[in-house]
C-alpha cells in the first residue's frame, strides 16, 4: 500500500524502528507535543519492553520491519520467511500483538513472495509510502521537511526513520507545515480506517 484515502486530512508518519532509545523517545514526545501520533516499524534486533511499552503506550501503532533490517527481497524464501516470523514472535511476546502493519526492508515495495509470507504471518497490509523523507541520507532537517512537505497531501504514507538527529529537528516543522495545510498526522490504523 503506498497511500491512505485522499479524501480525508490525515497523513501518517511512518518510522523506520532502530536507533537509540533516548532519541528515540526524543521523536516520540516531539510528535506527542503536537497531540499527533505515528507508525513505528520495528526492526526485531532493536525493540525491547521499555521502547514497545513506549510506544504502544502512547498510542501509536507499532508494526513489523522484519528481524534484522536485511534486503528481504534478495532472500531465499526461508530466511525470508524467517525475517518477518522472527519479528512478529518478538512483538507478540512484548506486547501480546504480532501488530497490524508489515513493511519490507531494504525494499519500498514487497515482491509477491514477501508479501505472501508477510500474510501467512499475519499481516493483511504490506505498507510502502508515498512520501520519501530522504531522513537517512542525514541531509539535514531543512531538507527534510522540505522533501516531506514538498511531496505530501492527504492519505499520504510519509517514510521517516528514528535514530537520525536531523530527523528530530524536523518533526516540529513537519507537523507545523502539516497544521498550516490542516492536515493531522495520525497512525496507519486511524488512516486507514
Not at 511512518?14 to 533516548?22: I, Q, R, S
Not at 513489523?64 to 528481504?72: E, F, G, K, S, V
Not at 497512525?187 to 486507514?192: A, K, M, P
Request: with cysteine; hydrophobic share 40%; charged share 25%.
Amino acid at each position: 500500500m503506498l497511500h491512505g484515502p485522499r479524501d480525508r486530512p490525515l497523513v501518517a508518519l511512518t518510522f523506520h524502528g532502530a536507533g537509540t532509545p533516548a532519541l528515540t523517545e526524543k521523536v516520540l514526545a516531539a510528535i506527542e507535543r503536537e497531540h499527533a501520533r505515528a507508525t513505528v516499524l520495528a526492526v526485531g534486533t532493536w525493540l525491547d519492553r521499555p521502547i514497545a511499552d513506549r510506544i504502544t503506550g502512547a498510542g501509536h501503532d507499532l508494526g513489523n520491519h522484519t528481524m534484522h533490517h536485511l534486503d528481504i527481497s534478495a532472500l531465499p524464501a526461508d530466511q525470508a520467511r524467517r525475517e518477518i516470523e522472527d519479528c512478529a514472535a518478538r512483538l507478540h511476546a512484548l506486547t501480546g500483538t504480532v501488530g497490524s502493519w508489515f513493511r519490507p526492508s531494504a525494499a519500498r515495495r514487497a515482491t509477491p513472495l514477501v508479501q505472501e509470507l508477510a500474510r501467512r504471518a499475519g499481516y493483511l497490509t504490506c505498507l510502502s509510502y508515498d512520501v520519501d523523507s530522504r531522513d537517512y541520507l542525514n541531509p539535514g532537517a531543512r531538507a527534510i521537511t522540505a522533501d516531506v512537505l514538498r511531496e505530501v497531501r492527504p492519505g499520504s504514507l510519509v517514510s521517516l526513520h528514528l535514530g537520525h538527529p536531523g530527523t528530530l529537528a524536523a518533526i516540529p516543522r513537519i507537523l507545523d507545515g502539516l497544521h498550516r495545510r490542516d492536515l493531522r498526522a495520525v497512525t496507519v490504523t486511524d488512516l486507514l480506517t
